[in-house]
């Protein structure tokens, strides 16, 4: 690892700043380098302090830190002033960093299980011991032909560990690794690709929009990437000389809405009939980007294909959403409609925002559709890859994974039926982590190995338990986790992980558009028996020997990184001082440029042309469904019949639970505080600042309108029950203004039963009173369709 006294480090940032601007970096990082330096004396190091560059995995922003270790403790964790998303600064969950490492509850040697399946009986045993044994459990599935039966499932996973793992998996010959994805940001990932044709969430250049249309996309709690959000946000309102307006579209007031111009506190689940009743208008003022929707749009007219009449985008949206008829499905007066959809034509550039992780738009039944609907805005308006619109995310390159060593039975098992379902069962999805649970119950697929990492489905998936009646019929579950969690105690074997600060890592650095590495490393020596996960999967490859040995040489995930990362522009050692490699400067592509086609319009297509066209009808949603039948169509979710199937509109809601006998849309929040990971929730000083905006800390509570209190003659502070039909919750009730009345909200990550002392036995998890549906043709998890009702405990 890196190792610098602070001063040695202060110099060294100072100089990266320089060179920062002399290539183009932003202004901001000079400055707040220099903020840094100036600040030095305050912090009262001393000369046997060193300073080591790292990388946050608290949330997915993926923030700069710097590690201060005093005689081999970390004793602070700081902003670091090189990393272009945070510029030195550092929100709450990464300054309690330290309590992750220290944290008394961590998993300290490999666990074998001694008893029944979840009755927390365990032996220790060695690694050589857990090698042996899934080195031998995975040599068995391909002797009998059948290594498709291993299945990774994983959670938070950045830079080239995703990639790591799928080429582990598809070695062995399995083509199920599943990512949680479809828990939160996979409706705008599927939404940029079927009008796009990038695979990936699109990136916002908000320090240079004028106008920001926020669809539930909660900024400043649980955005994409949220410290990089704040920084734009803050930029835009008062870094410069003209401030722009947000508008925040959500149920939820929030932090978020509370700092806008404009809260629309829309009905839940109602996303898509506003985006398209805000096209209508664009489109029938003439409010749009006229060569952009021609020359490099597709479908936005209606055409012909081979003799066949086609509806285009534009008349079926003026046939069919007018704001009159909008107003009546959202709750939103048309009079708003019309004025917001000039706003945001008048102001450009400017951009309408899709939701990241903990998003509700990403739990709604129309998911897809709606997140395409939203992304079409910035099209029609022509702001692709333009100065304060929508940017795509550029990388650097790495070196490509070896090629598929000849071998038929991994051939035969990676071109099997994925066990969740995604691409077949779930024909527009990619991943669909908690359809897994219903698809082993019903006997539709088979798992003999599981692998969790970083992976709690019994907690954070609706209707989790079904993930516990699941585990029962698994053979072998390896969970690798540094804590005890809900699934992990149903697990075979227990596998320590390091904390972050423990480990090698490298991280993609997004949100800016332009590319660039950040590396995380390890900031001390690993405190307990602990191993990484992919050191581990390389060490049972090598143990398997030919063909998984040859595929995988490396003797460490170090290596992996060395060799993945060896073309990027710079070396390994320079990597590991600056912690960060960046090319700053945001280059957009011209509209039709062999550029443009590779790297903004249709590049991920498998399909559809790669023609660099914005599709308004989905040619890729077409190749997917065009074969099937008006019944086999409503089996997936989709009423709509024809042309409309390939166009986003709005479906019936199909809401759990009887309105007057369950007259409250539930909606379950994510708060910057705890955010999406479990660990979080284990953390004491993040919990203790869990619920400041309503005055409540370390027991959960549940929001509602002052106005459906009284209705319902509830108090603040009263202990309520929230029932479903599927289940009942109790927690303490606290008033919000800012929420629609018809509407009640519980905060996730609270309601652990396991992880640790700090987490277990607080609050109330809102996704335990949900039925676990999925939106059938995507496999997207639904969040946002049940209802529920509430009175006093």
Known sequence: ??????????????????????????????????????????????????????????????????????????????????????????????????????????????????????AGQWQEITWDEAISAVAQRLQDLRAAGHPEQAVLMYGETRGQLRSFFEYFMRVLGSPNTISKDSLNVEAAKLATYYTQGIYNFPNYDLENTNYILSFGANLLEAGPWVQRTVAGHSFMRRGRATRGKIVVIDPRQGITGSKADEWIPIRPGTDAALALGMAHVLIKAGLIDFEFVHEYGFGFEDFTVEGVEHKGFKNFVLENYDPRKVEEVTGVPATTISRLAGEFANNQPGVAMLPGKGGLLNGSINGLYAAMAIHILNALVGNIDKPGGVQTQRYLPCTPWPELPSDPVAEAGRARERVDGAGTVFPLGRHAYQAVADRVLEGSAVVDTLFLYDANPVFETPAGQRFVEAFHQIPFIVAFTSFMDESAQYADLVLPEPTFLERWEDDHIEGLGYPGIALRQPVIEPLYDTMHAPDFLLRVAQAMGSPLADALPWPSYEEVLKYRLQNIGTDWDTLKELGVWLVPGYHPARRGSERWVQEVVGSDRRSAPRDGRFDFYSREMNCALNALEPEQLAALGIGAQGDVVYLPHAEPIPYQGDEEQYPLHLNVITLMSLGPFSVAANMPSLMEISGMTVGETWRGWAEMNPETARRLHLDEDDEVVVESPYGRVQTRLKLVPGLRPDTINLPYNFGHTAVGRYARNRGANGLSLMPGTSEPATGLAAFTNTRVRVYKA
């Open 1 to 118: 690892m890196a190792r610098f006294t602070r001063r040695q480090f202060l110099k060294l940032s100072g100089a990266a700043a320089g060179v920062a601007a002399a290539v183009g970096a932003t202004p901001a990082l000079v400055k707040t380098t220099g903020t840094v330096e100036a600040s030095e004396p305050q912090l009262r190091t001393s000369a046997q302090d060193v300073v080591v560059p790292t990388v946050c995995l608290l949330c997915p922003s993926g923030c700069g830190m710097i590690a201060r270790v005093a005689d081999g403790r970390v004793v602070k964790m700081e902003g670091s002033p090189m990393h272009p998303i945070n510029l030195g600064a550092l929100c709450p969950k990464g300054q309690a960093a330290p309590e992750l490492l220290y944290n008394p509850d961590r998993l300290k040697r490999p666990l074998r299980r001694s008893g029944e399946r979840g």
